[in-house]
């Protein structure tokens, strides 16, 4: 599917959006990315922070490092005597800035293999549309007058048992951790004490291969 | 404004530190404050830095007070159902992008599966596929069969098929018009034409509207898509593509 482009930066009014789809859906996205620059914040620049966010819908969302609570108790100066310059105190902020540096790594990772299955989806749609101009066959089903889905789908039903076909070969070879046919197709059997009866090559497995494309759980 | 990439680590330099703190934390408030303003809602932010004794707080401190104090009045467990630390927030983060890096690499998938099938169709031979591809392949053609005969059996019943069909293509050679299938199987009934027709049936196909009418509309971005894909995308890969 052809990816809708999306906006890009508009210039917004600062007043309350009146669409409320609009509303909810800036809620969801600017109460993410405030949450993100929090977090960046706190990893720069090692700092203390609680942002508390009601949604529309009355929900409450809240960030905090080292944790909301703490922060709040702190803000309302419960627990005076905690010191900050404790060993306990350090070992702990140390665990934990730790596991968020390797949490961003990890997160990081995966964001660049995103940008590069995306970045390769590109490249097949645009494939796929040049190769639509070439040929009519590739066009969508609807679209495709009456004699050319039936020549499609004879083309189609005997590409199906070619499939078939050489699915079971494959599997007949893996199956007898044989070495490969050769082009006369005599190989397997010289190498083998006792031949491969029909009762095999009819077996259940093939016969299953050749009627089960979608719910092959059991092969892998 | 400066975009050089800032590498996500405590800035060991003092005052580069105390720089970017003041920067962010005017950029953070800010966007707090957009943030209330244009979806009408409460919010507060509270941040405790070694600069400032005091906490430096938005709105207020007697906005903080009172949305600390409606934090308070709602039940425990909706105070912590949305409630994160650095860490399960990433974690939320990484969640979502693993699903999105699953469903990006699903597409694909099925992307270069339907590049196979027709560069198959056409001729390109089954050998290098492995079993993997195959049961993906076998799979996409059954949804593209019934596709097909379901399309062929609406326009049964809605127009009855005009007139005698043109001859059928030609196996070999001609590469933009025809298609044929692996040179070691027999083509099926139909598919075979003695050459004397050729030239005649390439005329007629180039001549034909009806059937191929369609083809000034190729180039129109989303109609390209293969209608399966739109109907059944959620139900039907996921046995085929990540058994």
Same mark, same amino acid.
């Given at each position: 599917?052809?990816?809708?482009?999306?906006?890009?930066?508009?210039?917004?009014?600062?007043?309350?959006?009146?669409?409320?789809?609009?509303?909810?859906?800036?809620?969801?996205?600017?109460?993410?990315?405030?949450?993100?620059?929090?977090?960046?914040l706190?990893?720069l620049c090692?700092?203390?922070?609680?942002?508390?966010?009601?949604?529309?819908?009355? @929900?409450? +969302?809240?960030?905090?490092?080292?944790?909301?609570?703490?922060?709040?108790?702190?803000?309302?100066?419960? *627990?005076?005597?905690? *010191?900050?310059?404790?060993?306990?105190?350090?070992?702990?902020?140390?665990?934990?800035?730790?596991?968020?540096?390797?949490?961003?790594?990890?997160?990081?990772?995966?964001?660049?293999?995103?940008?590069?299955?995306?970045?390769?989806?590109?490249?097949?749609?645009?494939?796929?549309?040049?190769?639509?101009?070439?040929?009519?066959?590739?066009?969508?089903?609807?679209?495709?007058?009456?004699?050319?889905?039936?020549?499609?789908?004879?083309?189609?039903?005997?590409?199906?048992?070619?499939?078939?076909?050489?699915?079971? @070969?494959?599997?007949?070879?893996?199956?007898?951790?044989?070495?490969?046919?050769?082009?006369?197709?005599?190989?397997? %059997?010289?190498?083998?004490?006792?031949?491969?009866?029909?009762?095999?090559?009819?077996?259940?497995?093939?016969?299953?291969?050749?009627?089960? %494309?979608?719910?092959?759980?059991? +092969?892998? | 404004m400066t975009?050089? !990439?800032?590498?996500?680590?405590?800035? &060991?330099?003092?005052?580069a530190?105390k720089a970017t703190f003041k920067k962010r934390k005017k950029g953070l408030?800010k966007?707090?404050?957009?943030?209330?303003?244009?979806?009408?809602?409460?919010?507060?932010?509270?941040?405790?830095?070694?600069?400032?004794?005091?906490?430096?707080?938005?709105?207020?401190?007697?906005?903080?007070?009172?949305?600390?104090?409606?934090?308070?009045?709602?039940?425990?467990?909706?105070?912590?159902?949305?409630?994160? /630390?650095?860490?399960?927030?990433?974690?939320?983060?990484?969640? !979502?992008?693993?699903?999105?890096?699953? !469903?990006?690499?699903?597409?694909?998938?099925?992307?270069?599966?339907?590049?196979?099938?027709?560069?198959?169709?056409?001729?390109?031979?089954?050998? /290098?596929? $492995? $079993?993997?591809?195959? /049961?993906?392949?076998?799979?996409?053609?059954?949804?593209?069969?019934?596709?097909?005969?379901?399309?062929?059996?609406?326009?049964?019943?809605?127009?009855?098929?005009?007139?005698?069909?043109?001859?059928?293509?030609?196996?070999?050679?001609? &590469? &933009?018009?025809?298609?044929?299938?692996?040179?070691?199987?027999?083509?099926?009934?139909?598919?075979? $034409?003695?050459?004397?027709?050729?030239?005649?049936?390439?005329?007629?196909?180039?001549?034909?509207?009806?059937?191929?009418?369609?083809?000034?509309?190729?180039?129109?971005?989303?109609? $390209?898509?293969?209608?399966?894909?739109?109907?059944?995308?959620? &139900?039907?890969?996921? /046995?085929?593509?990540?058994?």
């Amino acid at each position: 599917m052809a990816k809708k482009p999306s906006m890009g930066r508009q210039k917004i009014k600062l007043a309350k959006i009146e669409i409320k789809n609009h509303l909810q859906v800036t809620f969801s996205k600017r109460r993410s990315g405030l949450f993100k620059k929090a977090s960046e914040l706190c990893t720069l620049c090692g700092v203390e922070i609680a942002i508390i966010v009601f949604s529309p819908a009355g @929900k409450v +969302f809240s960030f905090g490092n080292p944790n909301v609570e703490s922060i709040i108790d702190r803000f309302f100066d419960i *627990n005076p005597s905690v *010191n900050p310059s404790s060993t306990a105190f350090h070992l702990l902020d140390a665990h934990r800035i730790s596991s968020v540096r390797d949490l961003n790594l990890q997160l990081s990772q995966i964001l660049n293999e995103i940008e590069v299955e995306r970045k390769r989806g590109e490249a097949l749609e645009n494939m796929k549309k040049n190769s639509q101009i070439q040929h009519w066959w590739e066009a969508p089903v609807n679209e495709l007058g009456f004699h050319d889905l039936e020549q499609l789908r004879d083309a189609m039903e005997e590409l199906k048992k070619n499939v078939s076909n050489q699915a079971s @070969k494959q599997m007949f070879e893996v199956t007898n951790r044989t070495t490969f046919f050769d082009s006369n197709n005599v190989g397997v %059997f010289d190498q083998y004490e006792t031949k491969p009866t029909q009762a095999f090559v009819n077996s259940s497995a093939a016969a299953a291969l050749s009627n089960n %494309f979608g719910y092959c759980h059991g +092969f892998f | 404004m400066t975009r050089k !990439k800032v590498k996500l680590a405590f800035i &060991t330099n003092d005052s580069a530190r105390k720089a970017t703190f003041k920067k962010r934390k005017k950029g953070l408030m800010k966007k707090v404050s957009e943030l209330s303003t244009l979806c009408g809602i409460d919010t507060c932010a509270i941040i405790y830095s070694p600069y400032e004794s005091q906490p430096e707080v938005w709105p207020d401190t007697r906005g903080v007070h009172r949305v600390l104090a409606q934090f308070k009045r709602m039940p425990e467990m909706e105070q912590s159902k949305k409630m994160v /630390n650095q860490e399960s927030f990433i974690r939320q983060r990484i969640a !979502k992008a693993s699903e999105q890096l699953k !469903k990006q690499h699903k597409e694909n998938r099925e992307k270069e599966i339907t590049q196979v099938m027709y560069q198959c169709l056409t001729g390109k031979g089954l050998q /290098n596929l $492995m $079993m993997a591809d195959l /049961n993906d392949l076998g799979w996409l053609i059954d949804q593209n069969l019934k596709e097909i005969y379901k399309r062929i059996d609406e326009l049964k019943k809605t127009a009855p098929p005009p007139p005698p069909p043109r001859p059928p293509p030609e196996a070999p050679q001609v &590469t &933009t018009g025809n298609l044929h299938l692996l040179q070691e199987q027999k083509p099926a009934v139909g598919l075979t $034409m003695d050459a004397m027709q050729r030239p005649q049936w390439f005329t007629d196909w180039m001549n034909n509207p009806s059937d191929h009418q369609q083809m000034n509309s190729f180039g129109h971005g989303d109609e $390209m898509m293969l209608s399966f894909t739109d109907n059944n995308h959620n &139900t039907m890969w996921s /046995n085929a593509f990540f058994p």
